[in-house]
C-alpha cells in the first residue's frame, strides 16, 4: 500500500503527505537542490496522469485542507478580537470608563462632559475587492469562532466568493456589519451612562457623550472607478437614512416595559413614533422616485420635484427627534429608563440621519482637471506654480456660493466636481448636519486640497465637508507635514480648518507598501504623525482637532498586524504618535479601516462588534509619557528605517520580483470585488510591473506564490553593522518589537520551497527530465511540446534567481530574529506545512493544466485568436479565455430529440468529426475547467493560512 494513501481508502492521506514534507526537509543539509514542495507535487502529478489517483482524490485532500486551514483561521479571529464573553467585555468597558471619572472631579461636571465631548477613535468601513469568502462562509468562520472550538466544526462550503460581487451586494454586506456595530455602540453607551450615574447621578445624561465614531465608504468611492453613477451614491445614502430612522424606531419601541405608560410619556411616545413614520415615508417615496426614472415615460425632473417639495415630512436634521427623547428622558419613571433613553439618543447624535458617517473619495488627478476645465485658463496647466496657488485662494476668499439641483448632478461630467454637488444635494435633502469626508487620493499638492475647499465654498458645503488629502506615496508620507504646513500658511484653509474644528488627513498602508515595504511603510507613517503633530503646534490653532485616517487592509502586506487587536491600533498609531500631540494638549483623533468581506469579520455578530469597539475606544486614553530607545536611539532607527526602504525599493525592480507578480498575474486568483483590478486607464503591457498593479492583487500574488517579500525582506540589510546594538534595542522597545514580531510572523508562513515550486512549472528542463525518462510514454510528445515553448520563457530562471536572492537575506533574518528571541519559522509547525501541501497539490494541478494545453488541438485562425496565442494564454492561465475559444472552434454536438429519427430521408453517413469534438471536450476541456476552478479554490484556502486577502 503507498504510504500517501489512507489505510483502507483510495482517499490520498495528508497526515502522510505531511510527514513526507517534513522528511525531505530533513535532508536539504545533504541535497541542496532538493525541494520538498515540488518532489510533492511532481509525485502528485505523476500518480494523478497515470490514473493512480483521481482528480477527486486530489480535490476531496484539497478540500480538508482548505476546512482545516478555515477552522484555524476562524479560531485566530477570535483571538486577534479577543472576545472572551459579552459579560467580560461589558465589565472591562465599565471599569474603564469608572477610571476615566476617578481622576476626574465629582464637582467638576464641565471637566467630565469635555473629557467625553469628542471621539478619540473611529472606524470607517471601506470595500476594496477582498469579498474572497461567500457570506455564508463568513458566517461559518464566525460561528466557529464564537464557539472557540474545532470540536465538531465542519464547512461543507465552497472556498470561493459569492458568484455575483456587485456594489449592491458590497453595500448589504457592509450594512450587516454596520447593523451589529450599532447595536455595540448602543451597549458601550449604556455601560457609559450607567458608570457616569454612580458619580454624577442625572446630571450625566447630559453629557452628550461621542465614544467613537463610525463610517462607510461604499457606494460613495469613485477613486479608480467610473461604474458608480450620483443617483446610487443618493439612492443608498437615503436607503441607508430609512434603515436608521426604522432602527431608531424599532429601538424606541422596545423601551416601552421601561418608559411606563403615564399620560405623558403616552403623548410623547405617539409624536416620537409619529414623526418617525413621517419622515420614513417620505424616504422611501424618495427612493420610489428616483428608482422610478426612465420607466414609463417617468423623468429625472419628476422625480426631483417629489424630493424637493416641502411637505414638512422629510427630517433633514435630528434635532427634532432629539428633542422629543430629551423629554422622553425627563420624564422616564427610573434611572435605568433614563440610561436608556440617553443610550438612544447617543446612538442618534453619533449617526445621524444613516447608519454611519460617509466617505466619498476621488484622486487628486480627478480633482486638478475638473478645475482645470471649470477656469480653462493657462494658469491651470501647472499648479504647482507660487502664482497658480496664489490665484486659488483669491478665488476662495471671493467665491460666491451657488446653488445646485437633480439636474446639476445629472449633468456635470466632472467626477470631482459631481462629488460636491452630491453632498450639497445630500445636506438639503436628506441630513444636513452629519458630516462628510471628502477624501483625495495620491495628494502631493497643496494647489489640489485648496481647489477642493474652494469647490466645497462654491457649492455651500464648507461647514459640514471635510476635505482630507491622502499621503500614501513615498513622495507624500515624506512631504506631507510640509505640505500641511504649506496650507497652514494661507488664511483660506486656517479659516476653513478652524470653523470646521478639524484638519483631516488620510494615511494609506497598502500602496505604501507595494512601493517601499510594509515595515518602511509603517515607520513612515509615524514620523509624518510626528511631523503633523510639530507643524500644527507651530501653526497654533484654537479648538482645531486633528484627524488621522488610517488606511490598510487586513493582511500584514497591507499593514494589518497579526497580533490582538490592541496590538494593531498601537502598529498604525503609536503611543509616541498620540503623545506628540497630547504634550502640547493638541487634540487628535484616529480612525482605523476595516476593509472588505475579511474586515466585516470582526463585526460579524454583536458579540465581536462590542468587544472590537470597546477595544478601539479605550486604545484612545490619554498616553503616558515614557522612554523608549526607539526615540531616543534616533540615529539606529532612521538609518533602520532608510536601509530597510532602500532594500526594498532595490527588491521591488528586480526582474525576479516582476516576472513573479507577472508570471500568472491575477489569475491565480477569484474576482474579489467590484472594483476593476486594473487602475484606471492601465494599457501597459508589464503586467508584473509593481508600479502599474493594485496593492490588493499584489499583496494576494505574493501570498499565492509563497513569500509576502514586501513585508519579510530586508531585515539583515537594514541591520546592517549593527547588529548587537539592534537586537538590545529590539528586545526594550514598546515600539520596534511588533514590526519585528510582524516580520517574524509573516516569516513563519513565507516558504521560498513554495516559490522554487511555482517557478519550476515554467522550466523547460523540468519538462525534458519528465519526457527523456520514459516513464510516463503516453505523455512523452506534451511533455516535449511543453518544453520547446517554454525553452524561451525566462520566468523560471528569473523567479528562481528573486528565491536565490531572498534566501541570501533569508540568513540574516532567522539569526536575527534567533537572536532576539523570536520564531521565525526554521522548522515549520503543522500548520505550515499543510499550507506547503496545499502550494503542492496546486502545482500538481497547474502541472495538469499544461498537460492539457498541450494536447489542444490546432484550429484553423479565428478572430485574429492562433493556436500560439491560446498556448500563451493557457500558459499564463488565462483558462476561461481559452475555454471560449477553444469551444467556439470545437462546438459540442448536443443531441436533440427532434433529430435523427425524425428525417423521412435517411442516411448511412454521419461526419465523423462530431465525435472527436465531443472527446476534445470530455478529456481536454472540461478536466482543464475543473482543475483551474480548484486551483483557484486553493488559492482561497492559502489565504485563510494569511487571514486576508491581499
Not at 733 to 741: A, C, F, K, T, V
Request: hydrophobic residues 45%.
Amino acid at each position: 500500500m503507498n504510504k500517501m494513501l489512507s489505510p483502507g481508502s483510495t482517499k490520498l492521506d495528508e497526515k502522510a503527505l505531511r510527514a513526507e514534507l517534513k522528511a525531505l526537509r530533513a535532508q536539504i543539509p545533504d541535497q541542496p537542490a532538493l525541494n520538498p514542495i515540488v518532489n510533492v507535487a511532481f509525485d502528485l502529478s505523476r500518480r494523478l496522469e497515470a490514473g493512480e489517483i483521481t482528480f477527486s482524490d486530489l480535490k476531496s485532500l484539497a478540500t480538508r485542507l482548505m476546512d482545516s486551514a478555515c477552522v484555524h483561521r476562524a479560531l485566530v479571529l477570535k483571538e486577534q478580537i479577543g472576545v472572551e464573553s459579552e459579560k467580560a467585555t461589558r465589565k472591562e468597558f465599565s471599569e474603564f470608563i469608572a477610571r476615566e471619572i476617578a481622576g476626574i472631579d465629582p464637582n467638576d461636571f464641565d471637566a467630565f462632559k469635555a473629557r467625553f465631548a469628542r471621539a478619540r477613535n473611529g472606524i470607517v468601513f471601506t470595500a476594496h475587492p477582498t469579498f474572497g469568502l461567500s457570506e455564508a462562509l463568513s458566517n461559518r468562520m464566525a460561528e466557529i469562532a464564537v464557539s472557540g472550538t474545532a470540536k465538531g466544526q465542519t464547512i461543507e462550503l465552497p472556498h470561493r466568493p459569492d458568484p455575483s460581487l456587485t456594489l449592491d451586494y458590497e453595500h448589504r454586506r457592509v450594512q450587516s456589519a454596520i447593523r451589529n456595530l450599532r447595536d455595540a455602540y448602543a451597549d458601550v453607551l449604556t455601560d457609559f451612562f450607567a458608570a457616569a450615574h454612580s458619580t454624577f447621578g442625572d446630571r450625566a445624561f447630559k453629557a452628550d457623550p461621542q465614544l467613537a465614531t463610525f463610517a462607510s465608504w461604499v457606494g460613495y468611492d469613485l477613486d479608480g472607478r467610473t461604474d458608480i453613477k450620483w443617483t446610487f451614491s443618493f439612492v443608498v445614502r437615503l436607503k441607508e437614512k430609512m434603515a436608521a430612522l426604522a432602527d431608531i424606531r424599532e429601538r424606541f419601541l422596545a423601551l416601552k416595559p421601561v418608559l411606563g405608560d403615564g399620560a405623558e410619556m403616552l403623548k410623547l411616545s405617539r409624536q416620537l413614533t409619529g414623526k418617525l413614520d413621517l419622515a420614513i415615508a417620505a424616504a422611501e417615496a424618495h427612493v420610489k422616485a428616483l428608482e422610478s426614472v426612465g420607466k414609463d415615460g417617468f423623468t429625472l425632473a419628476q422625480a426631483a420635484n417629489i424630493i424637493t417639495q416641502g411637505d414638512g415630512h422629510n427630517l433633514v436634521s435630528a434635532e427634532p427627534i432629539l428633542a422629543l427623547l430629551e423629554q422622553v428622558g425627563g420624564a422616564a419613571p427610573t434611572t435605568k429608563a433614563k440610561i436608556a433613553v440617553a443610550s438612544l439618543a447617543g446612538l442618534l447624535r453619533a449617526t445621524g440621519l444613516g447608519m454611519s458617517h460617509i466617505h466619498v473619495r476621488v484622486n487628486a488627478v480627478q480633482i486638478n482637471n475638473a478645475f482645470r476645465a471649470f477656469v480653462h485658463e493657462r494658469w491651470t496647466r501647472d499648479l504647482t506654480e507660487r502664482q497658480a496657488l496664489a490665484r486659488i485662494v483669491d478665488m476662495i476668499h471671493s467665491v460666491k456660493p451657488e446653488t445646485v439641483n437633480f439636474e446639476t448632478l445629472d449633468l456635470e461630467n466632472a467626477t470631482a466636481i459631481r462629488q460636491f454637488a452630491l453632498a450639497a444635494q445630500i445636506a438639503k435633502h436628506i441630513d444636513r448636519d452629519t458630516p462628510i469626508r471628502y477624501l483625495i487620493a495620491e495628494c502631493e499638492s497643496p494647489a489640489t486640497i485648496l481647489i477642493a475647499v474652494y469647490f466645497a465654498k462654491l457649492f455651500g458645503v464648507s461647514e459640514i465637508v471635510d476635505v482630507s488629502p491622502l499621503f500614501e506615496t513615498p513622495a507624500a508620507l515624506e512631504t506631507g507635514p510640509r505640505l500641511v504646513e504649506r496650507l497652514l500658511a494661507e488664511k483660506a484653509y486656517r479659516d476653513y480648518v478652524t470653523k470646521r474644528g478639524r484638519l483631516a488627513v488620510q494615511t494609506g498602508y497598502s500602496d505604501a507598501g507595494r512601493f517601499i515595504g510594509q515595515i518602511a511603510a509603517g515607520l513612515a507613517h509615524e514620523r509624518l504623525h510626528h511631523g503633523l503633530a510639530e507643524v500644527v503646534r507651530k501653526a497654533k490653532l484654537k479648538n482645531v482637532e486633528t484627524l488621522i485616517f488610517s488606511t490598510h487592509g487586513e493582511s500584514m502586506g497591507r499593514g494589518a498586524h497579526p497580533g490582538p487587536l490592541r496590538r494593531r491600533l498601537r502598529y498604525v498609531f503609536p503611543g509616541e504618535s498620540r503623545w506628540r500631540f497630547f504634550q502640547h494638549n493638541l487634540p487628535v483623533k484616529h480612525e482605523t479601516s476595516f476593509q472588505g468581506g475579511d474586515g466585516y469579520l470582526f463585526f460579524a455578530n454583536r458579540e465581536f462588534a462590542q468587544r472590537a469597539l470597546a477595544t478601539i475606544i479605550m486604545s484612545g486614553k490619554d498616553p503616558g509619557e515614557g522612554e523608549d530607545p526607539f526615540y531616543t536611539d534616533t540615529n539606529l532607527a532612521l538609518d533602520f528605517q532608510l536601509r530597510l526602504r532602500d532594500y526594498q525599493q532595490e527588491l521591488f525592480a528586480h526582474p525576479g520580483y516582476r516576472a513573479l507578480l507577472g508570471a500568472f498575474g491575477a489569475n491565480l486568483l477569484f474576482k474579489t470585488g467590484s472594483r476593476p483590478v486594473k487602475r484606471q486607464g492601465d494599457h501597459h503591457s508589464d503586467r508584473g510591473d509593481p508600479a502599474r498593479m493594485r496593492a490588493i492583487p499584489n499583496n494576494a500574488i505574493l501570498q499565492q506564490f509563497g513569500y509576502v517579500a514586501n513585508v519579510v525582506a530586508g531585515l539583515g540589510a537594514a541591520v546592517g553593522s549593527e547588529r548587537e546594538r539592534f537586537v538590545e534595542m529590539a528586545k526594550q522597545s514598546q515600539r520596534l518589537r511588533p514590526l519585528i514580531e510582524m516580520i517574524a510572523r509573516a516569516k513563519q508562513l513565507s516558504s521560498l520551497n513554495a516559490v522554487g515550486a511555482n517557478a519550476v512549472i515554467f522550466d523547460a528542463g523540468f519538462w525534458a527530465q519528465r519526457a527523456s525518462w520514459a516513464r510516463e510514454q503516453h505523455l512523452d510528445s506534451a511533455f516535449k511540446f511543453l518544453a520547446e515553448q517554454l525553452l524561451d520563457d525566462d520566468r523560471a530562471g528569473k523567479i528562481t534567481g528573486l528565491a536565490h536572492y531572498l534566501r541570501l537575506d533569508a540568513i540574516e533574518l532567522h539569526g536575527i530574529l534567533e537572536e532576539i528571541g523570536l520564531e521565525g519559522g526554521k522548522i515549520p509547525d503543522d500548520h505550515r506545512l499543510e499550507l506547503d501541501l496545499l502550494q503542492a497539490i496546486r502545482a500538481a494541478l497547474i502541472m495538469r493544466l499544461f498537460i492539457l494545453t498541450a494536447q489542444l488541438p490546432r484550429f484553423t485562425p479565428t478572430n485574429e485568436v492562433t493556436h500560439a496565442e491560446i498556448v500563451r494564454k493557457a500558459l499564463s492561465l488565462e483558462i476561461p479565455e481559452v475555454l471560449q475559444v477553444m469551444r467556439q472552434a470545437f462546438p459540442r454536438r448536443v443531441d436533440d430529440p427532434r433529430d435523427d429519427g425524425q428525417f423521412v430521408e435517411q442516411a448511412t453517413y454521419l461526419p465523423k468529426g462530431i465525435d472527436d469534438y465531443g472527446r476534445i471536450e470530455t478529456e481536454i476541456l472540461e478536466p482543464m475547467e475543473q482543475a483551474y476552478e480548484l486551483v483557484r479554490e486553493i488559492g482561497t484556502g492559502i489565504s485563510h493560512h494569511w487571514g486576508a486577502f491581499g
